[in-house]
């Protein structure tokens, strides 16, 4: 079955580390760019970062910049997100998405979702 | 940074009837224009993407149009199932990927 599947959500206190992953299965995971996208509770759909098949281009929303990364490994099927310095409005479900692409491996709209994993940065 | 703005936030309309969803780039996105659906609890789904062309397994009574700054999805009549929130998102020029705020689609 072709699926996604985040772990590693929870409670965290401002100023907080957590480190999401997710498990791709049922696709070649190596063949494709793949993002973290959030949803603050009640609130639409944010895009966080990105990353290419070999982890060599990664792309954030600048609300992230210098707090969180993404990696991945290919030998596992898994995409990470390591997020330091968490802050309130970090409060989120995060999802895991699969980007389409085209010839030039422009990467495109997300075709596959994990059904989410939720943050919840508090005191 | 590209803004997208849908309209209307919420949309009333009785099973059987014909749904139309509004959505605005701030500057032009070609047909980079994808739209989702997402149920109460769920995760986001595929729709349409390059603003005309239905994901694998999409119903053909959803269509989408437009190209530029000004997209529409279209729902030709409604099914129970399809009562949710949509959302638009671009993806010419990125980063970021830009998403609309959500239509929400209820039942008359």
């Known amino acids: 079955e072709v699926q996604l599947v985040e772990s590693g959500g929870g409670l965290v206190q401002p100023g907080g580390s957590l480190r999401l992953s997710c498990a791709a299965s049922?696709?070649?995971?190596?063949?494709?760019?793949m993002s973290w996208v959030r949803q603050a509770p009640g609130k639409g759909l944010e895009w966080v970062a990105n990353?290419?098949?070999?982890?060599?281009?990664?792309n954030y929303v600048d609300s992230v910049k210098g707090r969180f990364t993404i990696s991945r490994d290919n030998a596992k099927n898994s995409l990470y997100l390591q997020m330091n310095s968490l802050r309130a409005e970090d409060t989120a479900v995060y999802y895991c998405?699969?980007?389409?692409?085209?010839?030039?491996?422009?990467?495109?709209?997300?075709?596959?979702w994990g059904q989410g994993t939720l943050v919840t940065v508090s005191s | 940074e590209i803004v997208m703005t849908q309209s209307p936030a919420t949309l009333s309309v009785s099973p059987g009837e014909r749904a139309t969803l509004s959505c605005r780039a701030s500057?032009?996105?070609?047909?980079?224009l994808a739209w989702y659906q997402q149920k109460p609890g769920q995760a986001p789904r595929l729709l349409i993407y390059g603003a005309s062309t239905r994901a694998t397994g999409i119903p053909a009574r959803f269509s989408g149009s437009g190209s530029g700054t000004e997209f529409t999805l279209t729902i030709s009549s409604l099914q129970s199932e399809d009562f949710a929130v949509y959302y638009c998102?671009?993806?010419?020029?990125?980063?970021?990927?830009?998403f609309g705020q959500g239509t929400k689609l209820e039942i008359k």
């Open positions: 998405a699969r980007q389409s692409r085209d010839g030039y491996n422009y990467p495109y709209y997300f075709d596959l």
């Open positions: 049922g696709f070649p995971f190596s063949n494709y760019w």
């Open positions: 500057q032009s996105v070609s047909t980079f």
């Open positions: 990353i290419e098949q070999d982890g060599s281009k990664k």
């Open positions: 998102q671009q993806y010419n020029d990125w980063p970021p990927y830009t």
